[in-house]
């Protein structure tokens, strides 16, 4: 008898642990789908030419095992990398916005175009977005001052439009912004981070240039004493 219930308490103790585990592993096994439907979502509106994006299989859940993909010990997706000079044309998609773990984004000099997706600004660990050299119009996403970790910002050489949101400004790990070669308008930010870049960050679009900064104020000289 004794034997019986001892095993019957030892597989109740054991449940929890198997219930536990099975719902782990289907946590996992959905983030990685979430994941993969979001890259393949980009490969489908991405014209491919030489391939480079072959090896991103939906059929193979785990983008992890994917070329260009960089992913963390948590299998959480942190990089899109190594997609500059790649030749891919079209444009991006709203799904990016699910890589909630993205730190690098690098998809410069293609042919892609269209906007930039409001949903970028779900990336909030992202690090740098390097959309430089490609055919890109639109306004700049005011969902980009959100991203608070952000340190680079490149998006010159596109066709952007519109004003330069204000609330970049308030992203205070910003290092290094080009916005240069738009057809942006409107006046250049000098508050916040944007007071550590020069005019070359701006250069060749329709914006207004800052006024001057005021001259120092003059100390007046002090009068020697006589005697």
Known sequence: MMPTV???ILAFQFVP????????????????LFLCD???????????????LQSWDPTLVNPCTWFHVTCNNEN????????????????LVPQLGQLYNL????????????????????LTDLVSL???????????P???????????????NNFLSGTIPMVLTNVS????????????????????????????????????KPPPAPPPPLIPAQKRSSG
């Open 103 to 122: 730190q690098y984004l690098e998809l410069y000099s293609n042919n892609i175009n269209g906007k930039i997706p409001e949903e970028l600004g779900n």
């Open 173 to 208: 790990t910003l290092q290094v912004l080009d916005l240069s070669n738009n057809k942006l308008v409107g006046d250049i930010p000098v508050n916040g981070s944007f007071s550590l870049f020069t005019l070359l960050s701006f250069q060749n679009n329709s914006l207004n």
């Open 6 to 8: 001892l095993w019957f």
């Open 130 to 140: 390097d959309l430089y050299l490609n055919g890109l119009n639109g306004p700049i």
């Open 142 to 156: 005011v969902t980009l001052g959100k991203l608070q970790k952000l340190r680079f910002l490149r998006l010159n």
């Open 76 to 91: 959480s997706v942190t990089q899109c990398d190594d997609l500059g000079n790649a030749n891919l044309s079209g444009q």
């Open 38 to 52: 979001a890259l393949n979502a980009l490969k489908i509106n991405l014209a491919d030419p030489n391939n480079v």
């Open 17 to 32: 642990r198997v219930v536990a585990s099975r719902r782990c592993l289907l946590f996992l096994f959905f983030q990685e």
